[in-house]
């Protein structure tokens, strides 16, 4: 008799996938064909079992939305997808080795995308429908980047490493805040010290702003009203005219003191 492999083997995969897909194909061949054995040559082509528990995939549909699971999950891997009708959608895809990406959507969180790598370095973007978005990179224990977008401004940190970075872009008078730690700075560990006017960054035709910072110590005048209340004693005038270089009894003398 002669035997058809390919049909045969047709016939298993959409059997096992449509009917009884939790059954072993040892088994289900048995099941259906109990008074012949299976040859070896389909034998050899069948999926693995491992295999087969990594590369399944579940579909799941009811009241909560829709779930999809691919397999590996047993070994770290595989993907998660979630559709809800108030959840919005969330997708979790992971790697064996520890990596994984995660995208969330929601109807009111807005939209988050998390990404980590096995050695605990990760990206977070996240943009939400009140405030704005941010972004943040790094690893543990050795810096990163972190990048927020919303009505407070903008606002950029890097650090700890050797040149950490702050830039502040707010709304108001004095809306650039700066803080570039050069290394000097950093040896002394006083890192507003720094200077944010790189080298690379003076060049021609560039244009850059300077914004100072008021301080409370600053020196001021005296109103007149004070100044003619102080007591000022006559016998120094004479010090004070040739300290200034300016002759006695001269019209500038009598101007600078008042005199007639």
Known sequence: MELHILPILTFLSVALVVCQAALPPEIYWKKMLPNTDMPKAVKISLPKPEYMEDKSTSVNVGKGGVHVITGGAKRGGGTNVQVGPHKGVNVNTGKPNGGHTNVNVGPKSGVGVHTGKPGGGHTDV????????????????????????????????????????FVGVHPGPNPFGYNYAASE????????????????????????????????????????????????????????????????NSEEAKGSFGSK
């Open 126 to 165: 996240h943009v939400g429908p009140k405030g704005g978005v941010g972004v943040s990179t790094g690893k543990p224990g050795k810096g990163g980047a972190h990048v927020g977008v919303g009505k407070g401004g903008v606002i950029v940190r890097a650090g700890p490493k050797k040149k950490p970075v």
């Open 185 to 248: 700075a950093q040896l002394n560990d006083d890192p507003t010290r720094a200077l944010f006017f790189l080298e690379k960054d003076m060049k021609t035709g560039n244009s850059m702003n300077l914004h100072f910072t008021s301080t409370i110590n600053a020196a001021t005048f005296l109103p007149r009203e004070v100044a003619k209340s102080l007591d000022f004693s006559s016998d120094k005038i004479s010090a004070i005219l040739k300290e200034f270089s300016i002759t006695p």
